[in-house]
Protein backbone atom coordinates (compact mmCIF):
# COMPACT_ATOMS: atom_id res chain seq x y z
CA UNK A 1 0.00 0.00 0.00
CA UNK A 2 2.98 2.20 0.34
CA UNK A 3 4.49 4.25 -2.50
CA UNK A 4 6.99 3.10 -4.80
CA UNK A 5 10.33 3.78 -3.15
CA UNK A 6 13.17 3.87 -5.69
CA UNK A 7 14.69 0.71 -7.37
CA UNK A 8 14.82 2.88 -10.99
CA UNK A 9 17.44 0.63 -12.24
CA UNK A 10 15.73 -2.63 -11.64
CA UNK A 11 12.90 -1.02 -13.76
CA UNK A 12 14.90 0.02 -16.17
CA UNK A 13 17.15 -2.96 -16.68
CA UNK A 14 14.33 -5.50 -16.48
CA UNK A 15 12.03 -3.39 -18.64
CA UNK A 16 14.68 -3.47 -21.31
CA UNK A 17 15.28 -6.94 -21.02
CA UNK A 18 11.47 -7.68 -21.68
CA UNK A 19 12.25 -5.94 -25.24
CA UNK A 20 14.39 -8.66 -26.07
CA UNK A 21 14.03 -11.76 -23.75
CA UNK A 22 10.59 -14.09 -23.47
CA UNK A 23 11.06 -15.51 -19.05
CA UNK A 24 12.72 -13.31 -16.23
CA UNK A 25 12.11 -14.29 -12.98
CA UNK A 26 12.48 -12.16 -10.96
CA UNK A 27 14.16 -13.52 -7.16
CA UNK A 28 14.98 -12.48 -4.15
CA UNK A 29 14.96 -12.93 -0.04
CA UNK A 30 11.64 -12.83 1.61
CA UNK A 31 10.25 -8.93 2.03
CA UNK A 32 12.53 -8.06 -0.25
CA UNK A 33 9.93 -6.61 -2.49
CA UNK A 34 9.97 -9.10 -5.19
CA UNK A 35 5.92 -8.31 -5.91
CA UNK A 36 5.78 -4.57 -5.24
CA UNK A 37 8.61 -4.33 -8.09
CA UNK A 38 6.84 -6.79 -10.50
CA UNK A 39 3.72 -5.28 -10.62
CA UNK A 40 5.48 -1.97 -10.89
CA UNK A 41 7.36 -3.28 -14.23
CA UNK A 42 3.29 -4.29 -15.12
CA UNK A 43 2.20 -1.18 -14.75
CA UNK A 44 4.67 0.82 -16.79
CA UNK A 45 5.18 -2.17 -19.50
CA UNK A 46 1.61 -4.19 -19.77
CA UNK A 47 -0.85 -2.54 -17.49
CA UNK A 48 -3.62 -5.10 -18.85
CA UNK A 49 -1.27 -8.53 -18.04
CA UNK A 50 -2.60 -11.65 -16.65
CA UNK A 51 -1.39 -12.22 -13.08
CA UNK A 52 -1.94 -15.23 -10.78
CA UNK A 53 -0.63 -15.29 -7.30
CA UNK A 54 0.79 -18.98 -7.30
CA UNK A 55 0.46 -19.18 -3.18
CA UNK A 56 -3.28 -19.24 -3.59
CA UNK A 57 -3.69 -22.19 -5.12
CA UNK A 58 -4.95 -25.12 -4.24
CA UNK A 59 -2.64 -27.90 -6.28
CA UNK A 60 -1.06 -27.78 -9.69
CA UNK A 61 -4.84 -28.31 -11.34
CA UNK A 62 -5.75 -25.27 -10.17
CA UNK A 63 -2.80 -23.27 -11.43
CA UNK A 64 -3.72 -24.55 -14.76
CA UNK A 65 -7.13 -23.66 -14.44
CA UNK A 66 -6.26 -20.07 -12.48
CA UNK A 67 -3.10 -19.12 -14.91
CA UNK A 68 -5.80 -20.14 -18.38
CA UNK A 69 -8.55 -17.98 -16.91
CA UNK A 70 -6.09 -14.65 -16.32
CA UNK A 71 -5.10 -14.95 -19.66
CA UNK A 72 -8.36 -15.39 -21.22
CA UNK A 73 -9.37 -11.78 -19.67
CA UNK A 74 -5.74 -9.83 -20.21
CA UNK A 75 -5.38 -7.48 -22.48
CA UNK A 76 -1.74 -8.02 -23.31
CA UNK A 77 1.01 -10.39 -24.00
CA UNK A 78 2.64 -10.71 -20.56
CA UNK A 79 1.69 -13.42 -17.47
CA UNK A 80 2.92 -12.98 -14.14
CA UNK A 81 3.13 -15.45 -11.81
CA UNK A 82 3.93 -14.27 -8.19
CA UNK A 83 5.05 -16.28 -5.51
CA UNK A 84 5.94 -19.11 -7.59
CA UNK A 85 8.17 -21.00 -4.67
CA UNK A 86 4.66 -22.28 -3.54
CA UNK A 87 4.23 -24.62 -6.48
CA UNK A 88 7.71 -24.14 -8.08
CA UNK A 89 7.71 -27.99 -9.80
CA UNK A 90 4.66 -26.88 -11.35
CA UNK A 91 5.33 -23.56 -12.44
CA UNK A 92 8.31 -25.23 -14.49
CA UNK A 93 6.72 -27.29 -16.88
CA UNK A 94 3.77 -25.18 -16.95
CA UNK A 95 5.27 -22.03 -18.38
CA UNK A 96 7.73 -24.05 -19.98
CA UNK A 97 5.03 -25.25 -22.47
CA UNK A 98 3.31 -21.55 -22.37
CA UNK A 99 6.13 -20.13 -24.21
CA UNK A 100 6.52 -23.16 -26.30
CA UNK A 101 2.63 -22.49 -27.42
CA UNK A 102 2.20 -18.82 -27.51
CA UNK A 103 5.20 -17.45 -29.26
CA UNK A 104 3.88 -14.05 -28.72
CA UNK A 105 3.53 -15.03 -24.94
CA UNK A 106 5.67 -13.02 -22.00
CA UNK A 107 6.53 -14.35 -18.35
CA UNK A 108 7.62 -12.55 -15.51
CA UNK A 109 7.82 -15.21 -12.73
CA UNK A 110 8.31 -14.01 -9.01
CA UNK A 111 9.71 -15.85 -6.29
CA UNK A 112 12.59 -16.95 -3.59
CA UNK A 113 13.64 -19.27 -6.01
CA UNK A 114 14.25 -20.03 -9.73
CA UNK A 115 12.09 -21.71 -12.29
CA UNK A 116 15.92 -23.36 -13.72
CA UNK A 117 14.22 -24.20 -17.22
CA UNK A 118 15.84 -23.04 -20.65
CA UNK A 119 15.31 -19.78 -21.57
CA UNK A 120 14.97 -18.35 -17.77
CA UNK A 121 17.08 -14.78 -17.18
CA UNK A 122 17.45 -14.81 -13.40
CA UNK A 123 17.46 -11.34 -11.72
CA UNK A 124 18.19 -11.41 -7.73
CA UNK A 125 16.68 -8.31 -5.95
CA UNK A 126 18.62 -7.31 -2.71
CA UNK A 127 17.80 -4.91 -0.48
CA UNK A 128 16.97 -1.21 -1.29
CA UNK A 129 20.06 1.35 -1.19
CA UNK A 130 20.31 3.01 2.12
CA UNK A 131 19.19 6.39 0.62
CA UNK A 132 16.20 4.88 -0.74
CA UNK A 133 15.57 2.50 2.12
CA UNK A 134 15.65 5.37 4.27
CA UNK A 135 13.30 7.23 2.13
CA UNK A 136 10.70 4.74 2.40
CA UNK A 137 11.21 4.44 6.47
CA UNK A 138 10.86 8.30 6.67
CA UNK A 139 7.30 8.24 4.12
CA UNK A 140 5.56 5.69 6.55
CA UNK A 141 6.92 6.67 9.75
CA UNK A 142 8.21 10.37 9.64
CA UNK A 143 11.56 9.10 10.57
CA UNK A 144 14.83 9.16 8.88
CA UNK A 145 16.73 6.62 10.48
CA UNK A 146 19.85 5.20 8.45
CA UNK A 147 21.49 2.79 11.25
CA UNK A 148 17.53 1.19 11.42
CA UNK A 149 17.43 0.49 8.14
CA UNK A 150 21.02 -0.54 8.12
CA UNK A 151 20.09 -3.16 10.49
CA UNK A 152 17.53 -4.44 8.37
CA UNK A 153 19.52 -5.01 5.49
CA UNK A 154 17.44 -2.42 3.05
CA UNK A 155 14.43 -4.85 3.63
CA UNK A 156 10.99 -3.06 2.39
CA UNK A 157 8.74 -5.34 4.22
CA UNK A 158 11.19 -5.46 7.54
CA UNK A 159 11.20 -1.26 6.94
CA UNK A 160 7.25 -1.36 7.06
CA UNK A 161 6.71 -3.39 9.93
CA UNK A 162 9.19 -1.02 11.82
CA UNK A 163 7.65 1.88 10.88
CA UNK A 164 4.41 0.67 12.14
CA UNK A 165 6.15 0.62 16.01
CA UNK A 166 7.93 3.60 15.31
CA UNK A 167 4.60 5.45 15.05
CA UNK A 168 3.98 4.78 19.04
CA UNK A 169 8.03 3.65 20.34
CA UNK A 170 10.69 6.44 21.28
CA UNK A 171 13.37 5.91 18.70
CA UNK A 172 15.80 5.11 21.77
CA UNK A 173 13.46 2.40 23.18
CA UNK A 174 12.99 0.95 19.22
CA UNK A 175 16.88 0.01 18.69
CA UNK A 176 17.07 -1.43 22.00
CA UNK A 177 14.19 -3.41 21.44
CA UNK A 178 15.48 -4.46 17.58
CA UNK A 179 17.95 -6.99 19.05
CA UNK A 180 14.68 -9.00 19.16
CA UNK A 181 13.27 -8.52 15.20
CA UNK A 182 11.46 -11.27 15.51
CA UNK A 183 9.43 -10.47 18.10
CA UNK A 184 9.44 -6.77 17.60
CA UNK A 185 8.57 -6.87 13.96
CA UNK A 186 4.92 -8.07 13.99
CA UNK A 187 1.84 -6.40 12.82
CA UNK A 188 -1.24 -8.59 12.86
CA UNK A 189 -3.32 -6.55 11.14
CA UNK A 190 -1.46 -5.80 7.99
CA UNK A 191 -3.67 -6.79 4.89
CA UNK A 192 -1.65 -8.97 2.56
CA UNK A 193 -0.65 -12.31 2.77
CA UNK A 194 -0.24 -14.05 7.13
CA UNK A 195 3.49 -14.39 5.99
CA UNK A 196 3.76 -10.89 5.30
CA UNK A 197 2.47 -10.00 9.20
CA UNK A 198 5.63 -10.89 10.54
CA UNK A 199 9.35 -10.95 9.96
CA UNK A 200 9.96 -14.55 11.55
CA UNK A 201 6.85 -15.66 9.18
CA UNK A 202 7.72 -14.46 6.15
CA UNK A 203 11.33 -16.08 6.90
CA UNK A 204 9.84 -19.33 8.12
CA UNK A 205 8.00 -19.77 5.00
CA UNK A 206 11.38 -19.68 3.15
CA UNK A 207 12.68 -22.34 5.96
CA UNK A 208 9.84 -24.56 5.04
CA UNK A 209 10.72 -24.95 1.34
CA UNK A 210 14.24 -25.88 1.89
CA UNK A 211 15.20 -30.00 2.49
CA UNK A 212 16.05 -31.72 5.77
CA UNK A 213 20.24 -30.96 4.57
CA UNK A 214 19.39 -27.08 3.75
CA UNK A 215 18.14 -26.75 6.94
CA UNK A 216 20.75 -28.46 8.89
CA UNK A 217 23.21 -25.96 6.82
CA UNK A 218 21.27 -22.97 7.12
CA UNK A 219 21.39 -23.23 11.07
CA UNK A 220 25.27 -24.16 11.24
CA UNK A 221 26.23 -21.19 8.97
CA UNK A 222 24.84 -18.81 11.08
CA UNK A 223 27.45 -19.09 12.99
CA UNK A 224 29.75 -17.20 10.45
CA UNK A 225 30.68 -13.29 11.13
CA UNK A 226 29.79 -11.92 7.33
CA UNK A 227 30.62 -13.27 4.35
CA UNK A 228 32.28 -16.88 3.96
CA UNK A 229 33.04 -19.38 1.06
CA UNK A 230 32.56 -23.04 0.06
CA UNK A 231 35.70 -24.72 1.81
CA UNK A 232 34.90 -22.77 4.96
CA UNK A 233 31.32 -24.13 5.18
CA UNK A 234 32.28 -27.37 4.20
CA UNK A 235 34.75 -27.46 6.99
CA UNK A 236 31.94 -26.13 9.54
CA UNK A 237 28.96 -27.46 8.53
CA UNK A 238 30.52 -30.85 8.15
CA UNK A 239 28.32 -33.85 10.27
CA UNK A 240 31.21 -34.89 12.27
CA UNK A 241 30.42 -33.23 15.13
CA UNK A 242 32.60 -35.28 17.79
CA UNK A 243 36.55 -33.87 17.73
CA UNK A 244 34.67 -30.06 17.10
CA UNK A 245 37.17 -27.42 19.17
CA UNK A 246 40.68 -29.73 19.47
CA UNK A 247 42.07 -27.09 18.09
CA UNK A 248 44.23 -29.07 14.84
CA UNK A 249 42.27 -27.69 12.28
CA UNK A 250 44.02 -26.95 9.26
CA UNK A 251 41.71 -24.45 7.76
CA UNK A 252 40.71 -26.77 4.25
CA UNK A 253 37.97 -28.03 4.15
CA UNK A 254 36.75 -31.26 3.19
CA UNK A 255 33.60 -33.00 1.96
CA UNK A 256 33.15 -29.37 -0.79
CA UNK A 257 31.55 -31.89 -3.04
CA UNK A 258 28.68 -32.65 -0.86
CA UNK A 259 28.43 -29.08 0.51
CA UNK A 260 28.28 -27.85 -3.47
CA UNK A 261 24.92 -28.67 -3.94
CA UNK A 262 23.37 -27.59 -0.25
CA UNK A 263 24.80 -24.65 -0.76
CA UNK A 264 23.52 -24.31 -4.29
CA UNK A 265 20.20 -24.87 -2.84
CA UNK A 266 20.33 -22.31 -0.06
CA UNK A 267 21.58 -19.88 -3.10
CA UNK A 268 18.43 -20.87 -5.36
CA UNK A 269 16.06 -20.22 -2.24
CA UNK A 270 17.46 -17.01 -1.62
CA UNK A 271 18.89 -17.67 1.96
CA UNK A 272 22.17 -17.27 0.81
CA UNK A 273 23.72 -14.45 -1.16
CA UNK A 274 26.61 -15.38 -3.88
CA UNK A 275 28.66 -12.63 -4.97
CA UNK A 276 32.05 -13.33 -7.09
CA UNK A 277 35.57 -10.98 -5.18
CA UNK A 278 38.86 -10.65 -5.93
CA UNK A 279 39.36 -14.20 -4.11
CA UNK A 280 36.92 -16.28 -5.57
CA UNK A 281 33.16 -16.91 -4.71
CA UNK A 282 32.09 -15.72 -1.50
CA UNK A 283 28.41 -16.33 0.22
CA UNK A 284 26.65 -14.23 2.73
CA UNK A 285 23.08 -14.71 4.76
CA UNK A 286 21.19 -11.16 5.67
CA UNK A 287 20.92 -10.24 9.00
CA UNK A 288 17.51 -11.68 9.72
CA UNK A 289 18.21 -15.13 8.25
CA UNK A 290 21.36 -15.50 10.33
CA UNK A 291 19.51 -15.06 13.61
CA UNK A 292 16.16 -17.77 11.85
CA UNK A 293 19.46 -19.73 11.75
CA UNK A 294 20.96 -19.01 14.86
CA UNK A 295 17.84 -19.57 16.61
CA UNK A 296 17.63 -23.26 14.99
CA UNK A 297 20.99 -24.29 15.72
CA UNK A 298 20.51 -23.32 19.32
CA UNK A 299 17.33 -25.81 19.64
CA UNK A 300 19.52 -28.14 17.73
CA UNK A 301 21.89 -28.12 21.32
CA UNK A 302 25.04 -27.54 18.60
CA UNK A 303 26.09 -23.96 18.90
CA UNK A 304 28.98 -24.72 20.76
CA UNK A 305 30.43 -27.45 18.78
CA UNK A 306 30.05 -26.06 15.71
CA UNK A 307 31.67 -22.19 17.12
CA UNK A 308 34.44 -24.48 17.99
CA UNK A 309 34.56 -25.80 14.12
CA UNK A 310 34.29 -22.14 12.85
CA UNK A 311 37.05 -21.37 15.48
CA UNK A 312 39.60 -24.60 14.39
CA UNK A 313 39.08 -23.92 10.58
CA UNK A 314 40.19 -19.98 11.01
CA UNK A 315 43.07 -20.96 13.60
CA UNK A 316 44.16 -23.38 10.56
CA UNK A 317 43.53 -20.68 8.27
CA UNK A 318 45.90 -18.25 9.97
CA UNK A 319 48.19 -21.31 10.21
CA UNK A 320 48.45 -21.58 5.82
CA UNK A 321 48.47 -18.23 6.07
CA UNK A 322 51.95 -17.50 7.76
CA UNK A 323 53.29 -20.45 6.33
CA UNK A 324 52.62 -19.09 3.09
CA UNK A 325 52.57 -15.29 3.29
CA UNK A 326 56.43 -14.96 2.16
CA UNK A 327 55.65 -15.81 -1.09
CA UNK A 328 51.77 -15.50 -1.55
CA UNK A 329 50.98 -12.02 0.27
CA UNK A 330 48.86 -10.64 -2.00
CA UNK A 331 46.45 -13.65 -2.12
CA UNK A 332 46.34 -13.68 0.97
CA UNK A 333 45.69 -10.14 1.94
CA UNK A 334 42.12 -10.19 -0.06
CA UNK A 335 41.13 -13.76 1.91
CA UNK A 336 41.89 -12.37 5.30
CA UNK A 337 40.48 -8.84 4.40
CA UNK A 338 37.14 -10.57 3.12
CA UNK A 339 37.47 -12.81 6.23
CA UNK A 340 37.97 -10.25 8.67
CA UNK A 341 34.51 -10.86 10.84
CA UNK A 342 35.18 -14.46 11.33
CA UNK A 343 38.76 -14.18 12.42
CA UNK A 344 37.65 -11.44 15.14
CA UNK A 345 34.90 -13.98 16.02
CA UNK A 346 38.12 -16.79 15.99
CA UNK A 347 39.53 -14.88 18.49
CA UNK A 348 36.65 -13.80 20.34
CA UNK A 349 36.67 -17.69 21.09
CA UNK A 350 40.26 -18.56 21.24
CA UNK A 351 39.99 -16.20 24.22
CA UNK A 352 37.75 -18.47 26.19
CA UNK A 353 39.36 -21.69 24.64
CA UNK A 354 43.18 -21.05 25.70
CA UNK A 355 44.39 -20.51 21.74
CA UNK A 356 43.89 -16.47 21.80
CA UNK A 357 47.33 -15.68 22.32
CA UNK A 358 48.53 -18.23 20.05
CA UNK A 359 46.48 -17.02 16.94
CA UNK A 360 46.72 -12.99 18.17
CA UNK A 361 50.57 -13.55 17.71
CA UNK A 362 50.58 -16.12 14.36
CA UNK A 363 48.31 -12.62 12.48
CA UNK A 364 51.30 -10.88 12.79
CA UNK A 365 51.57 -9.99 9.10
CA UNK A 366 47.53 -9.07 9.21
CA UNK A 367 48.41 -6.27 12.16
CA UNK A 368 51.75 -4.94 10.56
CA UNK A 369 51.44 -5.40 7.15
CA UNK A 370 48.27 -4.97 5.94
CA UNK A 371 47.21 -1.94 7.83
CA UNK A 372 44.86 -3.53 10.96
CA UNK A 373 47.25 -2.03 13.84
CA UNK A 374 44.75 -0.63 16.24
CA UNK A 375 42.48 -3.89 15.92
CA UNK A 376 45.73 -5.98 16.48
CA UNK A 377 46.99 -3.64 19.62
CA UNK A 378 43.92 -4.53 21.39
CA UNK A 379 43.80 -8.11 20.32
CA UNK A 380 47.32 -8.58 21.41
CA UNK A 381 47.16 -6.77 24.49
CA UNK A 382 43.79 -8.42 25.45
CA UNK A 383 45.03 -11.67 24.99
CA UNK A 384 48.65 -11.34 26.92
CA UNK A 385 46.09 -10.10 29.62
CA UNK A 386 43.98 -13.23 29.92
CA UNK A 387 46.81 -15.69 29.16
CA UNK A 388 49.81 -15.58 31.49
CA UNK A 389 51.48 -18.41 30.53
CA UNK A 390 55.50 -19.06 29.94
CA UNK A 391 55.86 -20.33 26.65
CA UNK A 392 56.32 -20.11 22.73
CA UNK A 393 53.17 -18.27 21.96
CA UNK A 394 53.20 -15.74 24.54
CA UNK A 395 57.02 -15.06 23.62
CA UNK A 396 55.93 -14.39 19.99
CA UNK A 397 52.90 -12.18 21.03
CA UNK A 398 55.10 -10.20 23.35
CA UNK A 399 57.27 -9.26 20.12
CA UNK A 400 54.65 -8.92 17.89
CA UNK A 401 52.54 -6.46 19.88
CA UNK A 402 56.09 -4.78 20.57
CA UNK A 403 56.00 -4.39 16.74
CA UNK A 404 52.95 -2.99 16.69
CA UNK A 405 53.15 -0.73 19.30
CA UNK A 406 56.31 0.99 17.19
CA UNK A 407 54.14 1.10 13.44
CA UNK A 408 51.94 3.02 15.89
CA UNK A 409 54.37 5.16 17.50
CA UNK A 410 54.17 4.04 20.76
CA UNK A 411 57.58 3.66 21.62
CA UNK A 412 57.55 3.11 25.79
CA UNK A 413 54.67 0.69 25.08
CA UNK A 414 57.08 -1.25 22.46
CA UNK A 415 60.07 -1.34 24.96
CA UNK A 416 57.86 -2.49 27.61
CA UNK A 417 56.78 -5.12 25.66
CA UNK A 418 60.33 -6.07 24.92
CA UNK A 419 61.35 -6.19 28.02
CA UNK A 420 58.76 -8.74 28.80
CA UNK A 421 60.07 -10.65 26.14
CA UNK A 422 63.46 -10.91 27.09
CA UNK A 423 63.15 -11.57 30.47
CA UNK A 424 60.62 -14.40 29.59
CA UNK A 425 62.54 -15.80 27.21
CA UNK A 426 65.55 -17.17 29.05
CA UNK A 427 66.71 -19.76 26.07
CA UNK A 428 66.84 -16.64 23.71
CA UNK A 429 64.57 -17.74 21.02
CA UNK A 430 63.37 -14.57 19.89
CA UNK A 431 66.78 -12.71 20.69
CA UNK A 432 66.49 -12.22 17.22
CA UNK A 433 63.22 -10.32 17.01
CA UNK A 434 64.22 -8.50 20.01
CA UNK A 435 66.98 -7.24 18.89
CA UNK A 436 65.17 -6.26 15.68
CA UNK A 437 62.37 -4.56 17.05
CA UNK A 438 64.95 -2.94 19.67
CA UNK A 439 66.66 -1.54 16.50
CA UNK A 440 63.45 0.19 15.25
CA UNK A 441 62.44 1.72 18.24
CA UNK A 442 66.07 3.13 18.80
CA UNK A 443 65.72 4.48 14.98
CA UNK A 444 62.28 6.29 15.26
CA UNK A 445 64.24 8.31 18.73
CA UNK A 446 66.50 9.66 16.54
CA UNK A 447 69.33 6.94 17.78
CA UNK A 448 70.60 5.66 14.49
CA UNK A 449 73.92 5.26 15.12
CA UNK A 450 73.16 2.74 18.64
CA UNK A 451 69.98 0.76 16.06
CA UNK A 452 72.66 0.43 13.19
CA UNK A 453 74.62 -1.72 15.86
CA UNK A 454 71.54 -3.49 16.88
CA UNK A 455 70.21 -4.38 13.43
CA UNK A 456 73.40 -5.28 12.20
CA UNK A 457 72.70 -7.80 15.47
CA UNK A 458 70.14 -8.80 14.52
CA UNK A 459 70.71 -9.36 10.86
CA UNK A 460 73.31 -11.97 11.48
CA UNK A 461 71.14 -14.00 13.70
CA UNK A 462 68.51 -13.98 10.88
CA UNK A 463 70.88 -15.02 8.30
CA UNK A 464 71.83 -17.80 10.50
CA UNK A 465 68.47 -19.16 11.49
CA UNK A 466 67.05 -18.81 8.14
CA UNK A 467 64.61 -16.26 9.08
CA UNK A 468 63.76 -14.40 5.87
CA UNK A 469 60.56 -13.14 6.74
CA UNK A 470 59.56 -11.70 9.11
CA UNK A 471 63.07 -11.63 10.45
CA UNK A 472 66.01 -10.77 7.43
CA UNK A 473 63.62 -8.39 4.72
CA UNK A 474 62.18 -6.15 7.06
CA UNK A 475 65.69 -5.55 8.80
CA UNK A 476 67.43 -4.42 5.85
CA UNK A 477 64.43 -1.27 5.73
CA UNK A 478 65.89 -0.52 9.49
CA UNK A 479 69.59 -1.00 8.50
CA UNK A 480 68.73 1.67 5.60
CA UNK A 481 66.28 4.09 7.45
CA UNK A 482 69.33 4.24 9.82
CA UNK A 483 71.95 4.62 7.15
CA UNK A 484 69.92 7.51 5.72
CA UNK A 485 69.74 9.69 9.17
CA UNK A 486 73.51 9.10 9.35
CA UNK A 487 74.06 10.92 6.02
CA UNK A 488 75.47 7.61 4.22
CA UNK A 489 73.42 7.36 1.32
CA UNK A 490 76.10 5.47 -0.73
CA UNK A 491 76.37 2.95 2.59
CA UNK A 492 72.24 2.46 2.77
CA UNK A 493 71.82 2.38 -1.25
CA UNK A 494 74.12 -0.61 -1.15
CA UNK A 495 71.98 -2.24 1.46
CA UNK A 496 68.48 -1.42 -0.45
CA UNK A 497 70.13 -3.28 -3.46
CA UNK A 498 70.70 -6.60 -1.58
CA UNK A 499 67.03 -6.40 0.20
CA UNK A 500 65.32 -5.29 -3.01
CA UNK A 501 67.32 -8.42 -4.75
CA UNK A 502 66.18 -10.93 -2.09
CA UNK A 503 62.84 -9.75 -1.63
CA UNK A 504 62.63 -10.33 -5.61
CA UNK A 505 64.12 -14.15 -5.28
CA UNK A 506 61.37 -14.57 -2.60
CA UNK A 507 58.42 -13.01 -4.71
CA UNK A 508 57.96 -10.71 -1.56
CA UNK A 509 56.06 -7.28 -2.14
CA UNK A 510 55.41 -5.52 1.38
CA UNK A 511 58.81 -5.07 2.21
CA UNK A 512 59.92 -4.52 -1.20
CA UNK A 513 57.53 -1.31 -1.19
CA UNK A 514 59.41 -0.03 2.15
CA UNK A 515 62.91 -0.80 0.61
CA UNK A 516 61.72 1.01 -2.93
CA UNK A 517 60.42 4.24 -0.54
CA UNK A 518 63.49 4.36 1.23
CA UNK A 519 65.30 4.12 -2.41
CA UNK A 520 63.30 6.60 -3.42
CA UNK A 521 64.65 8.89 -0.30
CA UNK A 522 68.20 8.36 -1.43
CA UNK A 523 67.66 9.05 -4.78
CA UNK A 524 66.60 12.13 -3.32
CA UNK A 525 68.93 13.13 -1.32
CA UNK A 526 71.54 12.87 -4.24
CA UNK A 527 69.10 15.19 -6.25
CA UNK A 528 67.96 12.68 -8.45
CA UNK A 529 64.17 13.58 -8.67
CA UNK A 530 63.29 11.57 -11.83
CA UNK A 531 64.46 8.38 -9.86
CA UNK A 532 63.12 9.05 -6.70
CA UNK A 533 59.78 9.61 -8.46
CA UNK A 534 59.92 6.01 -10.19
CA UNK A 535 61.14 4.52 -6.83
CA UNK A 536 58.62 6.44 -4.68
CA UNK A 537 55.36 5.57 -7.31
CA UNK A 538 56.08 1.97 -7.39
CA UNK A 539 56.33 1.88 -3.34
CA UNK A 540 52.89 3.19 -3.31
CA UNK A 541 51.32 1.69 -5.84
CA UNK A 542 52.37 -1.62 -3.79
CA UNK A 543 51.20 0.21 -0.31
CA UNK A 544 48.73 -0.02 -1.53
CA UNK A 545 47.53 -3.47 -2.67
CA UNK A 546 48.07 -4.05 1.18
CA UNK A 547 46.04 -1.15 2.52
CA UNK A 548 49.33 0.10 4.54
CA UNK A 549 47.98 2.88 5.57
CA UNK A 550 51.59 4.48 7.20
CA UNK A 551 53.25 3.57 3.79
CA UNK A 552 50.36 5.20 2.09
CA UNK A 553 50.80 8.61 3.93
CA UNK A 554 54.89 8.30 3.39
CA UNK A 555 54.64 7.94 -0.42
CA UNK A 556 52.13 10.51 -0.58
CA UNK A 557 54.49 13.20 1.25
CA UNK A 558 57.22 12.50 -1.04
CA UNK A 559 55.74 12.50 -4.05
CA UNK A 560 54.41 15.88 -2.77
CA UNK A 561 58.32 16.96 -2.02
CA UNK A 562 59.79 15.41 -5.42
CA UNK A 563 57.04 17.76 -6.91
CA UNK A 564 58.24 21.35 -4.98
CA UNK A 565 61.20 20.44 -6.11
CA UNK A 566 60.73 19.77 -10.04
CA UNK A 567 58.20 23.00 -9.30
CA UNK A 568 54.96 21.46 -9.61
CA UNK A 569 54.03 23.68 -7.03
CA UNK A 570 50.62 23.38 -7.32
CA UNK A 571 50.43 19.31 -7.21
CA UNK A 572 52.67 19.56 -4.24
CA UNK A 573 51.09 21.27 -2.05
CA UNK A 574 48.13 19.33 -2.72
CA UNK A 575 49.87 16.17 -1.90
CA UNK A 576 51.87 17.94 1.36
CA UNK A 577 48.14 18.44 2.46
CA UNK A 578 46.89 15.05 2.11
CA UNK A 579 49.84 13.95 3.50
CA UNK A 580 49.06 16.42 6.67
CA UNK A 581 45.81 14.98 6.80
CA UNK A 582 46.45 10.89 6.93
CA UNK A 583 49.32 11.60 9.64
CA UNK A 584 47.01 13.26 12.02
CA UNK A 585 44.40 10.74 11.35
CA UNK A 586 47.30 7.47 12.07
CA UNK A 587 48.40 9.42 15.55
CA UNK A 588 50.85 12.10 14.54
CA UNK A 589 53.85 13.29 12.26
CA UNK A 590 56.19 11.17 14.41
CA UNK A 591 55.39 8.10 12.50
CA UNK A 592 57.88 9.33 9.58
CA UNK A 593 60.89 8.03 9.20
CA UNK A 594 64.08 10.83 10.02
CA UNK A 595 64.83 11.45 6.27
CA UNK A 596 61.07 11.90 5.14
CA UNK A 597 60.68 14.68 8.45
CA UNK A 598 63.74 16.57 6.88
CA UNK A 599 62.78 16.99 3.78
CA UNK A 600 59.13 17.21 4.28
CA UNK A 601 59.58 20.48 6.19
CA UNK A 602 61.95 21.60 4.07
CA UNK A 603 60.00 21.30 0.62
CA UNK A 604 56.97 22.92 3.35
CA UNK A 605 59.63 25.89 3.89
CA UNK A 606 60.34 26.71 0.00
CA UNK A 607 55.82 26.89 -0.31
CA UNK A 608 56.09 29.03 2.44
CA UNK A 609 59.25 31.14 0.92
CA UNK A 610 57.39 31.48 -2.58
CA UNK A 611 53.98 32.69 -0.99
CA UNK A 612 52.10 30.31 -2.17
CA UNK A 613 48.45 29.32 -0.49
CA UNK A 614 49.64 27.66 2.36
CA UNK A 615 49.68 23.66 2.91
CA UNK A 616 47.49 24.49 5.82
CA UNK A 617 44.58 26.09 3.11
CA UNK A 618 44.56 23.16 1.75
CA UNK A 619 43.79 20.24 4.56
CA UNK A 620 40.61 18.67 4.92
CA UNK A 621 40.03 18.25 1.30
CA UNK A 622 39.93 14.81 0.29
CA UNK A 623 40.52 11.34 1.71
CA UNK A 624 44.03 9.48 1.46
CA UNK A 625 42.65 7.12 -0.99
CA UNK A 626 42.06 10.21 -3.10
CA UNK A 627 45.49 11.51 -2.48
CA UNK A 628 47.07 8.31 -3.63
CA UNK A 629 45.08 8.24 -6.98
CA UNK A 630 46.51 11.76 -7.48
CA UNK A 631 50.24 11.16 -6.78
CA UNK A 632 50.21 8.22 -8.64
CA UNK A 633 48.73 10.11 -11.89
CA UNK A 634 45.41 8.36 -12.07
CA UNK A 635 43.91 11.78 -11.26
CA UNK A 636 44.46 15.24 -12.34
CA UNK A 637 43.03 17.16 -10.22
CA UNK A 638 41.63 15.88 -6.78
CA UNK A 639 37.96 16.05 -6.94
CA UNK A 640 36.60 19.91 -6.01
CA UNK A 641 40.28 21.62 -6.67
CA UNK A 642 41.26 24.35 -8.72
CA UNK A 643 44.62 25.83 -8.98
CA UNK A 644 46.37 27.61 -6.22
CA UNK A 645 47.42 31.30 -6.60
CA UNK A 646 49.97 33.46 -4.85
CA UNK A 647 49.16 34.94 -1.46
Not at 376 to 395: H, I, S, V
Not at 463 to 481: E, M, N
Not at 524 to 547: K, P
Amino acid sequence: MSAFVGRRGEVAEITALFEQVRLVTLSGAGGVGKTRLGLEIVRRIAPGAAVVDVAEMDGPQALVVAVTEALAGSTGSLLVLDTCEALVEAVAPLVSDLLTSDPDLRVLAIGRQSLAIPGEHLRVLTGLSGEDACALLAGLSGAWLPEVCERLDGLPLAIELAAVRLRTMPVADFLAALDDRFGLLVDEDRPGPSRHRALATCIGWSHQLCTAAERLVWARVSVFAGEFDLEAAAYVCRDDTPGAGDGRGDGQGDGQGDMVDVVAGLVDKSVLLRHETAAGVRFRMLDGAREFGAGWLALLGQEHAVRLRHHDFYLGLARRAEREWPGRQVRWHRRLRLEAANLRLALETGMDAGTGLELAGMLWFLWVCCGMHEEGRRYLDRALTLDRKAGPARTRALWVCAWVASVQGDLPGAEERLSECRAGDPGGAATAYVTQLSAQVAAQRGEAAHAVLLIRDALDRHRSAGWVFPGLLPSYAVVATCLLALGDVDAAIGILADGLELSEACEEFWARSHLCHLRAQAACLRGDVTAAGEHAREALRTARLFDDRVAQASGVELLGVLAIAEERIDEGVTLLAAARDAWAALGGEHLRSPVLASIGDSAASVVEDLRFESIAARRGKFDLETAVSFALGEKETPPGEGRLTRS
